[in-house]
């Protein structure tokens, strides 16, 4: 870590090998800053890190991990830390934030990085779909200012008016619209990861957006001209932990063929450090809806 600069809101993961020998290692805390002072999280109990190390050993795991919680309260000492951590601990390269890290950030990255799949509670336990929606969150609030970000994309929430003569079925619901004045843009989006079966994970979890976005498209022409509104729907494809195996391109690769037909954007980033530039793509549609909305009105 020879880059001193850290980005605005930032995020970096803290590792622990229990035998560094045998290359094991699991996450245990997290480090979460802006450019004032930075913060560290971690679960009492070490649920990761139960699974590998000696029960007697978890005491000194913690009593260090409460010693970090006490050292790092700005940024400067991160990387102080990351110089003198010793070998039972490593600290991932600081990864940038799109949100300021408050309580509901800090959650979500220790449900993500620090609970043993199956034990957080309901209603946090992200399907292909949720993950997605979170991810996204990271990104939609600063895209278009102004917008609102709907959360609840069904056609009940976004278009209360309407009657049942515009969509003969119901429609599912997807991840997230961005509306702005005259422009709606509905975004359905999963998370590609290396599951046990990508390719059946990623089809159960894109096919029921497929059919939202195939309602849309057959629908749009009376769904305009029923709200005066410029509908438009992208799809989002987005990377998990181990986007380079061949059986993740692959789901990858599907879900895109199964979308391409029907959604009117497509945008699936080959890094997951790309992501950010989804807030680009969000302004680039909106600004041509806000121009078809201008032409239709000066006809």
């Given at each position: 870590?020879t880059?001193q600069?850290?980005p605005?809101?930032?995020?970096?993961?803290?590792?622990?090998?229990p035998?560094?020998?045998?290359?094991?290692?699991?996450?245990?805390?997290?480090?979460v800053?802006?450019?004032?002072r930075?913060?560290?999280?971690?679960?009492?109990?070490?649920?990761?890190?139960?699974?590998?190390?000696?029960?007697?050993?978890?005491s000194m795991?913690?009593?260090?991990?409460?010693?970090i919680?006490?050292?790092?309260?700005?940024?400067?000492?991160f990387?102080?830390?990351a110089?003198?951590?010793?070998p039972?601990?490593?600290?991932?390269?600081?990864?940038?934030?799109?949100?300021?890290?408050?309580?509901?950030?800090?959650r979500h990255?220790i449900?993500?990085?620090?609970?043993?799949?199956?034990?957080?509670?309901?209603?946090?336990?992200?399907?292909p779909?949720n993950e997605a929606?979170?991810?996204?969150?990271?990104?939609?609030?600063?895209a278009?200012?102004?917008?609102?970000?709907?959360?609840?994309?069904?056609v009940?929430?976004?278009f209360?008016?309407?009657?049942?003569?515009?969509?003969?079925?119901?429609?599912?619901?997807?991840?997230?619209?961005?509306?702005t004045?005259?422009?709606?843009?509905?975004?359905?989006?999963?998370?590609?990861?290396?599951?046990?079966?990508?390719?059946?994970?990623?089809?159960?979890?894109s096919?029921?957006?497929?059919?939202a976005?195939?309602?849309y498209?057959?629908s749009?022409?009376?769904?305009?001209?029923?709200?005066?509104?410029t509908?438009?729907?992208?799809?989002v494809?987005?990377?998990?932990?181990?986007?380079?195996?061949?059986e993740?391109?692959?789901?990858?690769?599907?879900?895109?063929?199964?979308?391409?037909?029907d959604?009117?954007?497509?945008?699936?980033?080959?890094?997951?450090?790309d992501?950010?530039?989804i807030?680009?793509?969000?302004?680039?549609?909106?600004?041509?809806g806000?121009?078809?909305?201008?032409?239709?009105?000066?006809?």
């Amino acid at each position: 870590m020879t880059d001193q600069r850290l980005p605005r809101y930032w995020y970096s993961v803290v590792s622990a090998l229990p035998d560094p020998e045998a290359g094991d290692r699991v996450s245990v805390a997290i480090i979460v800053g802006d450019a004032r002072r930075a913060q560290v999280d971690f679960l009492e109990n070490l649920p990761k890190l139960a699974c590998l190390a000696p029960t007697g050993t978890l005491s000194m795991y913690k009593s260090i991990l409460q010693a970090i919680q006490s050292r790092v309260e700005n940024p400067s000492q991160f990387w102080g830390l990351a110089a003198t951590i010793g070998p039972h601990f490593d600290l991932s390269t600081p990864r940038e934030l799109y949100a300021a890290p408050d309580g509901r950030v800090r959650r979500h990255l220790i449900n993500h990085y620090l609970r043993i799949e199956g034990t957080r509670s309901r209603g946090t336990r992200f399907s292909p779909q949720n993950e997605a929606s979170h991810r996204l969150d990271r990104f939609l609030l600063s895209a278009v200012p102004g917008a609102l970000i709907e959360k609840i994309a069904t056609v009940e929430r976004l278009f209360p008016e309407l009657g049942d003569d515009v969509f003969p079925a119901p429609v599912p619901r997807l991840n997230r619209a961005v509306r702005t004045e005259d422009t709606d843009i509905l975004i359905g989006a999963v998370v590609v990861d290396a599951e046990d079966n990508p390719l059946g994970v990623a089809r159960d979890a894109s096919a029921r957006i497929s059919q939202a976005f195939w309602q849309y498209s057959q629908s749009r022409e009376r769904l305009q001209a029923a709200t005066g509104r410029t509908i438009r729907t992208l799809g989002v494809v987005l990377n998990g932990t181990s986007h380079a195996r061949p059986e993740v391109r692959s789901a990858k690769e599907y879900v895109l063929h199964l979308w391409e037909g029907d959604a009117d954007e497509l945008f699936a980033p080959e890094r997951r450090e790309d992501e950010s530039a989804i807030s680009d793509e969000v302004r680039r549609i909106v600004t041509e809806g806000e121009s078809q909305s201008g032409d239709s009105g000066s006809v």
